[in-house]
């Protein structure tokens, strides 16, 4: 079973940057494309960034060319580079697997963009 723990969320102004962790626990982190999900106050879970274990990665519309994904399997790792931060970014940022996500969900962390 994977356990996830996500943290480096905080309190940015417009424009700021912050880095999400996602430590991952279990043997099968490696072979799982892995993503970072987000959810808004009164909005559905949404993925916004996937990496595969190979290293390739994909991001939703809303976060392409600001937020960028990384991941080290054997630090078993993945990691959210977020810039240029908006106040629609707000929400609680989540990592599991995916497109599916598949192991049981993490505290999150909570990220806070303020105009």
């Known amino acids: 079973q994977v356990q996830l723990v996500e943290s480096g969320g905080g309190l940015v102004q417009t424009g700021g940057s912050l880095r999400l962790s996602c430590a991952a626990s279990?043997?099968?982190?490696?072979?799982?494309?892995m993503g970072w999900y987000r959810q808004a106050p009164g909005k559905q879970r949404e993925l916004v960034a996937v990496i595969t274990t190979g290293g390739s990665t994909r991001y939703a519309d809303s976060v392409k060319g600001r937020f960028f994904i990384s991941r080290d399997n054997a630090k078993k790792m993945v990691w959210l580079q977020l810039n240029s931060l908006k106040p629609e970014d707000t929400a609680v940022y989540y990592c599991?697997?995916?497109?599916?996500?598949?192991?049981?969900w993490g505290q999150g962390t909570q990220v806070t963009v303020s105009s």
């Open positions: 599991n697997s995916a497109p599916q996500a598949s192991f049981s």
């Open positions: 279990g043997s099968i982190f490696s072979i799982n494309a």
